[in-house]
């Protein structure tokens, strides 16, 4: 036993083992509590549309509904993929992965709690940012490859209206990190430590409501889902995509909606930090006010969904490229100027 113990912490084969072991088990401890979230996000999507429009919303498959996820994912599982002819099969099939993929490796430099995050690093804000534009990418390549002129209308105005807004929420995080000081995340959460009066939505409201806006229209929610707008493009770049690809595709842009939640709690809503300086923050706490602040601004998702109507398509790049760019860059030097001129120093 001794042997093994000293393999492990002296021999440098087994540091490097034991290293990788407890990077794995991180990895899993939030990815599978993440698929979890998002396959039952589709429930709660349902169940919230349905309360909008006075229906029950999914209620047959299981108590209350709740195994409605797991049937739906074993349909699609067990459906035949099927490629178009015409389709280049190799860049058809990894585009949903693309999508997928990027949503995932996002979270490595989210802290869930003091201490929980698996890549503690000092540009945590850059790779967000990042990573989040890397997920044009899979849209882009599945709109190409399905050789569908449906699916590629749908791309486009995809990537288009992903680089329009990805523009002001840059502009957002900047703005931030004036107020912090830090591009790290952990001390982006420390810096509004205090209660909810000490969180940035209050001083940075303008921002708080631009970043939140800017997400639906970087996840396609309604009311700017035009790139799958039935009316004209069918499904846009899904169009050709059936089963497991599919699936891919719907629960990437869930867990890019959780994502950015969690982006919008760590910004704007204190992260793990307790609304009050009373309640506790720490282990488990901290985790439970995080998730709590997620699921709010998740529901505000599916609330809009349920209630606005989609726009034009010249509707929504003028509101990016017209109102919020200036706006964000115009609060963006305005905070500078405060900072600057007004002596608030950062807390960390």
């Not at 050709?240 to 990437?252: D, I, K, V």
Request: with cysteine; aromatic share 14%.
């Amino acid at each position: 036993m001794s042997s093994i113990v000293q393999f492990f912490t002296v021999d440098p084969i087994g540091k490097a083992i034991l290293e990788a072991v407890i990077i794995l088990l991180e990895c899993l401890a939030v990815t599978v509590p993440l698929l979890i979230a998002v396959a039952y996000m589709t429930y709660a999507d349902r169940k919230i549309w349905g309360a909008i429009q006075l229906r029950k919303g999914p209620n047959v498959v299981g108590p209350f509904g709740l195994l409605q996820p797991m049937a739906d994912g074993l349909k699609l599982l067990l459906k035949e993929t099927i490629v178009p002819s015409s389709a280049n099969g190799v860049l058809f099939l990894i585009a949903p992965m693309i999508t997928f993929l990027t949503a995932l490796i996002a979270w490595a430099v989210v802290p869930f709690g003091d201490g929980m995050v698996i890549a503690n690093i000092n540009v945590g804000i850059l790779y967000l940012f990042a990573i989040s534009s890397l997920g044009v990418y899979g849209i882009i390549i599945a709109g190409w490859a399905s050789n569908s002129k449906y699916a590629f209308l749908g791309a486009l105005r995809s990537a288009a209206q992903m680089v329009s807004y990805e523009v002001s929420i840059g502009f957002v995080l900047v703005t931030v990190l004036l107020c912090v000081g830090s591009l790290n995340l952990t001390k982006v959460v420390l810096a509004q430590s205090g209660g909810f009066w000490h969180w940035y939505w209050l001083p940075l409201l303008p921002m708080f409501v631009i970043f939140f806006v800017s997400a639906l229209a970087e996840t396609n929610r309604t009311p700017f889902d035009l790139p799958m707008s039935e009316a004209e493009l069918v499904q846009g770049f899904q169009t050709e995509y059936s089963s497991m690809p599919f699936a891919l595709f719907f629960l990437g842009e869930y867990a890019n909606m959780i994502l950015l939640s969690a982006m919008g709690a760590v910004l704007f809503l204190g992260g793990w930090m307790a609304p009050f300086p009373f309640l506790p923050s720490a282990g488990a706490w901290g985790v439970l006010w995080f998730a709590l602040k997620i699921a709010f601004l998740l529901f505000v998702f599916s609330w809009s969904k349920g209630t606005l109507p989609r726009y034009r398509y010249d509707q929504l790049m003028r509101l990016g490229w017209k109102v919020f760019l200036p706006f964000s860059l115009g609060w963006l030097v305005l905070t500078a100027a405060v900072l600057q001129f007004g002596g608030w120093v950062p807390k960390i």
